[in-house]
Every structure is written in C-alpha cells, then in structure tokens.
C-alpha cells in the first residue's frame, strides 16, 4: 500500500541504495582527490614546458603549442568536474523521506558519470601529455651527426 509517497519496497530499495551509494562514496572521494591533484600538476608543468620551449634555440612547430592548450584546457576541465563530483557524492542519502522514486536512481548515475567524466580526461590528459614530451624530446635530443 501506498502512503503519502511511502511504501515498504521503496524503503528497502532506499537501503539497498544506500548501501550501493556509501560504498562507492569513499572510493569516488579518493578518486576526486586524486585527480583533482594531478589536474593541477598537469596545468603547472604545461606552463613550464611552454616557458622551457619558448627559450630552446629549437623551432616547435604550431601543432605543439595546439596539443599543449588542449592539455591545458582538458586539465581545467576535468579539475572542475573533480570539485563538482565531491559535490555529488557528500549529499545525504538517507536523511530524504519524500523525494520522488527516481531521486536516488539518478543521484547515483550522476556520480557515477562523473566518475567516469573525470577518470576519462585524466586518462586522455595523460596520453596527450607524453606526446608533448616526446616531441619535446626528439627536438631537443642532439643528433649524432653533429
């Protein structure tokens, strides 16, 4: 029977829930610490990488400044989403008792895409980052011609 929005599967379904959310909220807060961090690593060493190209006798081509912005922005980005995921993770799960039936559904996918969202960049960032590197390197590197 259904009371005021109340019922005893949705009661169970909100423990079941909460259990599911409670175990993914400590991994996905380390996961957000984690990551926020290294976003923020990221930006600082692509600021020096540019200072450091910028005063090497070498030519870089366009492209590498290109890759080094996207890097930069993509690090921005996924710093952003790793406040916000936080955000969603901290919010009270239990406390709620007349929210509608698809609040937790959708609170627990949002979370969980964010996840996802921030895991993703900081992969692509890392990629991206080793590919400035390199070129960085061949450039620099002499050749043993001379």
Do not use: H
């Not at 600021?47 to 590498?64: H, P, Y």
């Not at 400044?65 to 989403?81: D, G, N």
Request: charged residues 10%; glycine residues 4%.
């Amino acid at each position: 029977m259904l009371v005021l929005g109340c019922s005893k599967e949705r009661s169970t379904g909100r423990q079941q829930f909460s259990i599911y959310f409670s175990s993914f909220q400590s991994s996905g807060l380390y996961l957000e610490r984690a990551i926020a961090t290294s976003s923020g690593t990221t930006l600082a060493l692509m600021l020096t990488l540019v200072g450091l190209v910028k005063r090497l006798d070498k030519d870089f081509n366009r492209q590498m400044y290109q890759t080094a912005a996207l890097i930069i922005m993509t690090s921005a980005v996924c710093l952003v989403a790793s406040i916000v995921l936080p955000l969603t993770l901290t919010l009270p799960v239990s406390k709620f008792d007349w929210v509608p039936n698809n609040y937790f559904p959708r609170l627990y996918n949002t979370a969980f895409s964010l996840t996802v969202l921030v895991s993703a960049l900081s992969v692509s960032i890392i990629l991206m980052f080793v590919g400035v590197v390199v070129s960085v390197i061949w450039k620099i590197t002499p050749s043993e011609s001379t």
